[in-house]
């Protein structure tokens, strides 16, 4: 079993939609917890990142993270064709910063 | 800064020849990271350097696979003799560890395909 399990989707939504990607985690000593988007033919991009438990918010975008259940959430509200790409998440611990664990990403199409 | 510069940013070749990749990481940055992308495994990562000391190359898969980092501003990836099954797209990425989040910071990418 993986470390880093992620829905795998494809995931399909209307323009407007409000879209959920989800991971869950093994490993308890992760405390960073980061969203990278790759659009197609690039490499990913930072999106966003939160440390330990809680949500973060960024315009359209809301991280959440719930370490008791080792779950964490990507939301992405009034969904635009522009948001089409492939999410990742990562983790990291606090021992070992330098490297992060990535998720095997969701790829997701917004439909204009 | 121009960002994490590969090379080449595609490469096909034929199985048994030797392929070497090229990275050039941010000015600064004292990690580096090399990874492998595939639909079917995703985002693995190979070996990864802190100032130009390879600290875990547990992700190489086989001998086949070599890395080098000589300096802080460039780093090489090694395949000899390459296999059909090599072929993905191969990141490199740089990160400082003060960064804020972890931030990796990837490359465009080099896309090989073996014969």
């Known amino acids: 079993q993986k470390e880093v399990e992620q829905d795998p989707g494809p995931l399909s939504v209307p323009e407007g939609a409000i879209v959920s990607l989800n991971c869950t985690y093994s490993?308890?000593?992760?405390?960073?917890f980061m969203w990278y988007r790759q659009y197609s033919r690039k490499g990913p991009e930072l999106l966003m990142y939160?440390?330990?438990?809680g949500n973060k918010e960024d315009g359209r975008f809301t991280a959440q993270v719930d370490k008791s259940s080792k779950y964490i959430s990507l939301f992405i509200r009034d969904s635009q064709p522009s948001d089409s790409a492939t999410y990742l998440c990562a983790m990291s611990t606090n021992t070992n910063a330098g490297k992060s664990t990535f998720g095997d990403g969701t790829t997701l199409t917004v439909k204009p | 800064d121009a960002g994490v510069i590969q090379s080449p940013r595609h490469e096909v070749t034929e199985m048994g020849q030797e392929v070497t990749l090229r990275c050039k990481p941010i000015?600064?940055?004292?990690?580096l990271f090399w990874y492998r992308q595939t639909m079917m495994r995703g985002l693995e990562l190979l070996i990864y350097f802190n100032n130009n000391v390879p600290i875990d190359d547990s992700g190489m898969p086989e001998d086949r696979f070599s890395a080098k980092m000589p300096n802080a501003s460039f780093s090489t990836l090694k395949i000899q003799p390459s296999e059909p099954r090599d072929s993905a797209v191969y990141f490199c990425?740089?990160?400082?560890?003060?960064?804020?989040?972890?931030?990796?910071?990837f490359g465009p990418g080099t896309r090989l395909t073996v014969l």
């Open positions: 000015s600064g940055h004292d990690y």
């Open positions: 490993n308890s000593a992760f405390q960073y």
């Open positions: 990425a740089s990160s400082l560890l003060q960064g804020a989040g972890n931030e990796q910071f």
């Open positions: 939160t440390y330990s438990s």
